[in-house]
């Protein structure tokens, strides 16, 4: 298994909530800062949202503000993503990414150096 590894995706309808999870291990266990990116079919690579390990804070794209929540475990050392009101628009593989270094722009995806292979979410109309 790698060291970041998603798990959560599914099928579910418009209005619906998934719990995506990302389990960190190895070397991606203290990372400064984590985060979720999304690809839909046919488009770019998109920020979803980032916490910063020790203290929490958060970022968000517009896009998810209010519906998704960023959250960690420190315990478990497991990133979550908590989304509600789901749309059509929200499908996609949505990955967990992982970086050690710091100021960062968390919101951009070459910030990140160790990512997760992703997990499916399909959101039907």
């Known amino acids: 298994q790698g060291e970041l590894v998603e798990s959560g995706g599914g099928l579910v309808q418009a209005g619906d909530s998934l719990r995506l999870s990302c389990a960190a291990s190895g070397r991606t266990v203290g990372s400064y800062a984590m985060g979720w990116f999304r690809q839909a079919p046919g488009k770019e690579n998109e920020f979803v949202a980032a916490?910063?390990?020790?203290?929490?804070?958060?970022s968000y794209a517009d896009s998810v503000k209010g519906r998704f929540t960023i959250s960690r475990d420190n315990v478990k050392n497991t990133l979550y993503l908590q989304m509600n009101s789901l749309t059509p628009e929200d499908t996609a593989i949505y990955s967990c990414a992982a970086t050690k270094r710091y100021n960062i722009n968390v919101r951009a995806r070459a910030s990140f150096d160790i990512w997760g292979q992703g997990t499916q979410v399909t959101v039907s109309s």
């Open positions: 916490i910063i390990w020790f203290g929490g804070m958060t």
